[in-house]
């Protein structure tokens, strides 16, 4: 027996409201035994928006904290030595602004900034293909990260500038194998960056490698995620040593943290989620070799809305019992010497380097520009949503079990969720209005001419090739708006709308006949004749800054192959210029996606616009996190159809979409003609 390992770091991903409200709950989540935050911020903050912004609207403080200047981020942490916390902040695009708020805070406390420990979440290239809370175009990003990742190679040495994050890409449909590949090629294209840059002399570069994180995700296949991770490692070892030079073992420790798997929790039956997030913990846990240094868990019902408190902590008491209780800890690695782990570990590892130089090869005809050229074709988009639609494809057909969802669906009435409206927690709509106010204040409180002196001389850096920390710390301390600062250099950078990948995405499902395709296709094309239609239109549109658009791209995908001309033009789309689209291209369905809780207020909008645009005959449907009482309010407000997590059937949601068009259009049901019989 070895001597006891030291426990993962213990984080709940949590934030929301305000800033006091989450500071209330980082101090609690602290007090039960969570040795780490994970914060959270909302999508204005994330996408460089102030709470006031147009875009902003419904998603203030709705999937995690408002921060729009150094007087929020005070309050956040509040009562928190920084100097004794080890904080993971998932931000992105604004990273560097966040960065900067978090240590001008840290200076006030009277911590020495060059012992600060944490992570920013800083990958800007799986944002262009997951989660969509990109700002500028790649070139831009890229020099964003390199900046910071010199800045804190001097300046805070402790600090992870970067999480390389292939959770999100998993998220959005990626095999393990797209997993690893494609976040290796980020990290690659980062540190070539970097080196390149010529800000980090070159023997420094082990302390930029030490400093690398990845943030990965672990679905339920848990043999093999836990060999994902095994081939991750190895992988991240080749590579540090053959194309980097670092000698130093240490150094090229591969460092990640994880979240397990979002994407399999059901909205049927959510107490076997437990089951699903234990299971998905011991792939990143079981494996001493390969084994993360910071968990977090999902709440069982996040697939109904926010969790409560009482829903992180027991997350968070799922890790301390296995981290204290069970005998995990003493021994050495348990799969040494294991001829499945070894074989399938192999088999990932040929995959992923096959893929990778597939994609690096691609950089280098462009110039050398590693990842960024696949993504701007849009290759890596289109293989996601390919990979997303081939996984739906396997759950529609039976082939891939979820239980509860697609076999064994009976169930007793559930005591978890016999109430649905307290089951979740509801972000109080006045909680908005108080950050209006607040940044008002501030914005009238503060030195005006210090901010604007500030935010200039962050766009002449902008447009030089010095690095950009500097005049983002100076705008932090003048009292700088998170928008402002994403506004200064989107007038220098510009702004980037990624490709959706749905053009390019292959057929998933076969319109075999007598097949539910073959069906909803016969009765596209019926309605689009009685219409008097070349084809059925159907619009999909993401309103809001929620840009989680895994769901849109399938209905958009699965409503293209069976039949309709779908319009989508990717996420970040404002009511107006959804009903905009929807009259310029005289669509026939507008279907809403909307995961971040926006819908009680974007969904009547757009219904309203319609209505004052003379659009009366157009169905509205919804899709995405909306609790029961919600879904019913839109219906009364003149939804015609709500769909959520449970409806994993996107055939038979296409087939309703057809039948909410011949209900709007005053056309009887559709019934398929009798098949021909010979005699």
């Known amino acids: 027996m070895a001597d006891r390992d030291r426990p993962w770091l213990m984080r709940t991903y949590a934030g929301h409201s305000t800033a006091s409200d989450s500071n209330a709950l980082y101090r609690r989540n602290l007090a039960k035994g969570q040795t780490g935050l994970s914060v959270a911020f909302d999508l204005p903050t994330q996408t460089g928006y102030d709470s006031d912004h147009v875009l902003a609207r419904g998603e203030v403080g709705r999937v995690g904290v408002p921060v729009g200047h150094v007087g929020d981020m005070r309050t956040l942490f509040e009562g928190i030595p920084l100097d004794r916390t080890n904080t993971s902040m998932t931000i992105n695009a604004t990273a560097m602004w966040l960065l900067a708020l978090y240590q001008v805070v840290a200076e006030e406390q009277g911590a020495d900034i060059s012992g600060l420990t944490g992570t920013t979440q800083n990958d800007i290239v799986k944002e262009y293909l997951s989660r969509g809370t990109h700002v500028f175009p790649p070139g831009p990003s890229v020099r964003l990260i390199t900046d910071m990742i010199a800045y804190t190679v001097g300046r805070l040495p402790k600090w992870n500038p970067i999480n390389i994050c292939s959770y999100h890409l998993q998220e959005a449909g990626a095999t393990p194998v797209q997993e690893i590949a494609y976040a290796m090629c980020t990290a690659i294209s980062v540190l070539d960056a970097v080196r390149d840059s010529g800000q980090v002399p070159a023997e420094r570069m082990g302390e930029v490698v030490a400093r690398i994180s990845f943030f990965v995700n672990a679905g339920v296949r848990f043999v093999e995620e836990m060999c994902k991770m095994r081939a991750f490692a190895r992988l991240w070892e080749k590579v540090t ?165 697609n076999c064994f669906d009976t169930t007793e009435e559930s005591p978890l969720t016999a109430d649905l409206d307290t089951a979740i927690m509801v972000v109080d709509p006045a909680a908005e209005q108080s950050v209006l106010a607040a940044l008002e204040d501030w914005r009238a409180r503060r030195d005006e001419a210090a901010a604007q002196r500030a935010l200039e001389e962050l766009k002449a850096v902008a447009a030089t090739d010095a690095n950009l920390m500097a005049p983002t710390l100076d705008c932090a301390r003048a009292g700088v708006t998170t928008g402002e600062w994403a506004f200064a250099l989107r007038e220098v950078f510009g702004e980037y709308r990624a490709p959706t990948g749905v053009g390019g995405a292959p057929v998933a499902v076969a319109a075999e006949p007598g097949g539910e395709l073959a069906a909803v296709r016969a009765a596209v094309a019926a309605t689009a004749a009685e219409l008097g239609a070349g084809k059925l239109r159907l619009l999909v549109g993401k309103p809001g800054l929620d840009g989680h658009s895994n769901g849109a791209e399938q209905i958009a995908v699965r409503a293209r192959d069976a039949g309709f001309e779908v319009v989508y033009q990717g996420i970040r789309l404002t009511p107006e210029q959804i009903v905009s689209a929807a009259v310029a291209e005289d669509v026939h369905c507008v279907g809403l996606s909307i995961l971040s809780g926006a819908h009680t207020e974007l969904v009547p909008d757009v219904l309203r616009r319609l209505h004052r645009a003379g659009v009366e005959d157009v169905p509205v449907i919804v899709g995405g996190i909306i609790p029961a009482a919600d879904g019913e309010a839109l219906k009364a407000a003149g939804v015609a159809a709500v769909f959520t997590p449970k409806d994993f059937g996107i055939t038979t949601i296409i087939g309703r979409i057809v039948d909410e068009i011949r209900l709007a259009n005053r056309l009887q049901p559709w019934t398929p003609e009798p098949a021909a019989t010979t005699s």
């Open 241 to 405: 040593l053959e194309r980097y030079g670092i000698q130093d073992a240490k150094q090229r420790r591969f460092r990640y943290g994880v979240q397990v798997n979002s994407l399999g929790l059901t909205e049927a039956q959510p107490e076997n989620n437990v089951q699903r997030i234990v299971l998905e913990m011991l792939a990143v846990t079981l494996s001493k070799d390969a084994r993360a240094r910071a968990v977090q868990l999902p709440a069982w019902n996040e697939a109904l809305g926010l969790p409560r408190p009482w829903d992180q902590q027991w997350s968070l008491r799922i890790q301390q019992v296995l981290a204290y209780e069970s005998d995990l800890l003493e021994y050495g690695d348990l799969f040494n010497g294991s001829e499945v782990v070894e074989a399938k570990t192999a088999e990932l590892l040929a995959g992923a380097e096959a893929e990778i130089a597939k994609v690096l090869e691609m950089g280098a005809r462009a110039g050398n520009r590693g990842i960024i050229p696949a993504v701007e074709s849009g290759y890596l988009k289109s293989s996601l949503v390919a990979s997303h639609a081939a996984r739906r494809a396997r759950i529609e057909s039976g082939e891939d079990k979820i239980v509860g969802v």
